[in-house]
């Protein structure tokens, strides 16, 4: 079975790394489609999601609680995904563009 189909039939995941306002809104379209597992090491972002409360404000609450996304801050989880999508942070400053997309990319690479 090719992967397409794997994804269209959930019988494979994909993983957004970074549930922020780039991320969230890619991890709640493609959960329209296909099994998603949305990660972000913010545990509390994490707790407000599970509740259905967006803290973004990009997609709001109610299409959050529509999304079926399997939400979580432990990167294990991460390891059932056939493909990772990375969605950090990159501000302006030279330091923190360089430790938020390495923190991220540092997540995918223990897998």
Do not use: W
Not at 25 to 53: M, T, W
Not at 63 to 89: G, T
Request: proline share 2%; glycine share 8%.
């Amino acid at each position: 079975m090719d992967i397409g189909n794997r994804l269209k039939e959930h019988r494979t995941s994909l993983a957004v790394v970074g549930l922020g306002y780039v991320g969230l809104p890619l991890a709640v379209a493609f959960a329209r489609h296909f099994s998603v597992i949305g990660f972000d090491a913010n545990e509390e972002k994490i707790a407000a999601y599970r509740e259905g409360h967006d803290v973004t404000e990009e997609v709001g609450d109610e299409a959050l609680q529509k999304a079926e996304i399997e939400y979580s801050a432990d990167a294990a989880v991460l390891c059932r995904a056939l493909f990772i999508i990375v969605a950090v942070p990159t501000r302006y400053t030279r330091t923190r563009r360089r430790t938020s997309v390495l923190s991220g990319l540092q997540v995918t690479a223990r897998l």
